[in-house]
């Protein structure tokens, strides 16, 4: 059984007056990294967004399917709570709260009922993110105070300390240095052996170098699915192939 | 040529009037200050009115801030949960914009208005009679705008970044609120009490038909008992009080509620500006 | 896994909180409905008690002497008073106000915004019953010495009020003039124009609609001010129509001020102080509509 399979999704959004995600069926394996790719405003976004119910956020209207572990998420009796628990994210933009590097990590465990141990889980789940060794003596410094790197590298932590199975990435390192970029990558490769990735990504380089499993989303449809290799040598689809070599973007 | 000096003499003329402007504001607290002084002592601050035209102003001191306080616990939260709800909750619709507007309008209410309403509702219908209770209920009426919009412009400001993290961890929307948006905006959210503050410590129309007589010379026991004000005693003194003692407790009080006023104001100022350093993160 | 807690699971609590979170929600919502209530339980108080002295129709709203213990209540004097002293007082505010604030916008330099800002705003704040008594004791004493009659007149009421509108008219307008978009200012100096005749001729028909509603929400404030106006203003016992700067008045708010301690509870003077009151409400509350409907044109037409 795959780890996320999608069946039939689709996402309105503004009222039902925009087709967001059109009847889009997908099979996520587990601890692999899946990469969305697409031009702008394809919907590979509104797609990971629907693995973990953000989108609700906006006011969208979804329908169809989405089985994690076998079980559909958007089955009013789901618990959305445990399902954010399950399936973390990290933002586009690193969004780190306004404290301490500590109380960022500490924040969901501590919401959760978590009472004891809280040092473990922070240094934990900073040597997870690659970015304990760099802050180890600064935990009470205020997360706003490093730099772009450092500070996705610890939304990374502070999603991983609430336990998740699933890590969704908006276009992680987009806001990112080259350097900051490549570390996070090294990261992903890593954490792919205990977490299912999936990662939005607008750099095809990044997608090929990164994912196992590649995804080519346009104008609110999944066109292509399957393994990196093979989509980026001999995608299936023309259109596929255009993006890939450049013709648009 | 007479461009020029046509352009210089305006611009003169211009600087000149903002000189009024704040000319006013220190002639009028530094002649309040000049004539206040001599007032002050300890026993006026710890003594309370005595015939009228003697004694202290301790009781009006203790009244005023009792006021405050009970209108600061109306108006607070009542304040900051509309704030919440608008900010955080509200559909786009009719009754949310309905909202905003009827809280507008109580902005607009002249204070006697709402003295009036205090006088008619809660002194005479609801039997309350005239009293720390009513007073402060009615200026918490007063002030309840400010409060709504202050909170609600200080939630708003916390970026929505925050929110979405909060809730991809899996916390749900209260919480988020709770321990992510309201610690972000609190500063924000405390000037704009000590605004509500400031409005009500120096209100005199709506206490004075609310509360008390300004010339009480005990403090108040219960919430029910009359209370005497500082703004009311000043208003008392100086205009049937003819003796120079008279006169001279009024600029007394005038003073300590000056003070009590800029102290209110000054800290808002400095609490705004420390606010400001801090949203503007570690960079 | 490691250090992770098992967090229990706790059965007393719904799934996810869910029922808490409805409830807060409710409350919130309950809240946030008050002020909607507040302000329809003012109005219908007001009104319900003023009544009485409202449905006598045009002996009370065209009625030229307000007697109450002859059982007479005109209100023209006071209504034709207040809006002499508004008036007055929004003139010279907007005399002062609206220079300082061209000043603060285009000329000062930085510091000096830095001081006269700030301090424009305190005066805002300096409790209204101070200003009152400064105008008691000073603008009252000085009009009596140099121009003759009690001093309480119409001319304090002016200095007062301009006094407390100053700084409403001062940032409202300037606010306005600054949101004039910078590309008109270049182009006009641009064309070879002086500062001078750029603010005449293209920014200030452009903040023209700010600066209004400055004037107008002014204008409310005047007529709602109680306690500064009170003092300053005479209040004679039969109040007339004034035929002179000098004339001691009464305005509506001063009159609910003094006489409110005189009434019997349910008599027709008592509904007559509430009708007053509601009339008073009344033209504060056009005043603002006007201020918005102004507000709102001027935005309409800038897009």
Known sequence: ?249 | MRIETEEKLVKAGLSATALISVFVLFIVVLYIFLNGIGAISPEFLREAPYRFEYGGIFPQIIGSLCLVGVCLLFAVPLGLASAIYLAEYAPDNMITSSVRFFVECLAGVPSIVIGLFGLAFLVYYLGIGVSLLAGGLALGFMILPWTVRASEEAIKTVPQAYREASLALGVTKWKTIWHVVLKSAYPGIITGILLGMGKAIGETAVVLLTAGSGLESFLPRSLRDPVASLPVYVYMLATQGHTSEALSRAFGASLVLIALFLAISVFALVLRNRYVKKMGGGR | ?303
């Not at chain 1, 329908?63 to 933002?91: A, C, H, S, W």
């Not at chain 1, 346009?218 to 292509?224: Q, V």
């Not at chain 3, 009464?250 to 007053?276: C, K, N, P």
Request: proline fraction near 4%.
């Open chain 3, 1 to 303: 896994m490691g250090a992770q807690e098992q967090i229990p699971r706790r059965r007393f609590m719904t799934l996810n909180g869910s029922a808490l979170e409805w409830l807060i929600e409710k409350v919130l919502f309950a809240c946030a409905l008050s002020s909607i209530l507040i302000v329809l339980f003012i109005i219908f108080f007001i009104f319900k008690e003023g009544f009485p002295a409202l449905a006598l129709g045009t002996e009370f709203f065209f009625g030229m002497t307000w007697w109450p213990s002859r059982g007479l209540f005109g209100i023209v004097p006071t209504v034709v008073s207040t809006f002499i002293v508004g008036i007055g007082a929004l003139g010279i505010a907007a005399l002062i106000g609206i220079p300082t604030a061209i000043y603060l916008a285009e000329f000062a330099p930085e510091w000096m915004r830095n001081i006269i800002k700030p301090s424009v705003e305190m005066l805002v704040g300096i409790p209204s019953i101070v200003l009152g008594f400064f105008g008691l004791m000073v603008l009252v004493v000085a009009i009596r010495d140099n121009l003759g009659g009690y001093g309480e007149c119409i001319l304090a009421g002016w200095l007062i009020l301009a006094v407390m509108t100053l700084p409403h008219v001062i940032s409202i307008s300037e606010d306005a003039i600054r949101a004039v978009p910078k590309a008109y200012k270049e182009a006009s100096l641009g064309l070879g124009a002086t500062q001078l005749q750029t603010i005449r001729k293209v920014i200030l028909p452009h903040a023209k609609s700010g600066i209004l509603a400055s004037l107008m929400l002014g204008m409310g404030n005047a007529i709602g001010e109680t306690m500064a106006v009170l003092m300053v203003i005479g209040n004679p016992n039969i109040p007339g129509i004034p035929t002179s700067v000098l004339d001691s008045v009464r305005v509506l708010t001063s009159t609910i001020v003094i006489e409110h301690a005189y009434v019997d509870w349910g008599s027709m003077h008592q509904h007559a102080l509430f009708a007053l009151g509601a009339v008073l409400f009344f033209i504060v509350a056009i005043l603002n509509l006007i201020t918005t409907a102004i507000i709102r044109k001027g935005m309409r037409k800038t897009r």
């Open chain 1, 1 to 249: 059984m795959s780890k996320i399979e999608t069946i039939d999704l689709n996402v309105y959004y503004r009222n039902g007056s925009v087709h967001g995600l059109k009847n889009v069926q997908m099979k996520i394996e587990a601890n692999m990294i899946t990469a969305l790719i697409g031009p702008s405003g394809c919907g590979k976004t509104t797609f990971l967004r629907a693995l973990n119910r953000m989108n609700e956020l906006k006011g969208a209207k979804t329908t169809g399917k989405v089985l994690v572990d076998g079980r559909n998420i958007y089955d009013p009796k789901e618990d959305v709570i445990q399902l954010r628990k399950k399936v973390g994210m990290v933002f586009q933009q690193p969004n780190p709260f306004p404290m301490s590097i500590y109380d960022n990590i500490a924040y969901g465990p501590r919401i959760h009922g978590q009472k004891r141990n809280m040092d473990s889980v922070v240094e934990e789940s900073l040597k997870k993110a690659a970015l304990w060794d760099e802050v180890a003596d600064r935990l009470d410094e205020n997360a706003l105070g490093f730099s772009g790197g450092q500070q996705q590298r610890l939304c990374i932590a502070r999603a991983l300390a609430v336990n998740p199975e699933i890590i969704l990435l908006d276009e992680p390192c987009s806001a990112l240095d080259p350097i900051s970029t490549a570390r996070i990558e090294e990261l992903l490769q890593e954490l792919k052996q205990e977490y299912t990735i999936v990662i939005v990504t607008h750099n095809m380089q990044q997608a090929a170098r990164v994912s196992d499993y590649t995804a080519f989303f346009y104008m609110g449809e999944l066109l292509e699915c399957g393994k990196t290799s093979r989509i980026f040598e001999r995608p299936d689809d023309k259109r596929t192939e255009d993006y890939i070599t450049g013709r648009y973007g």
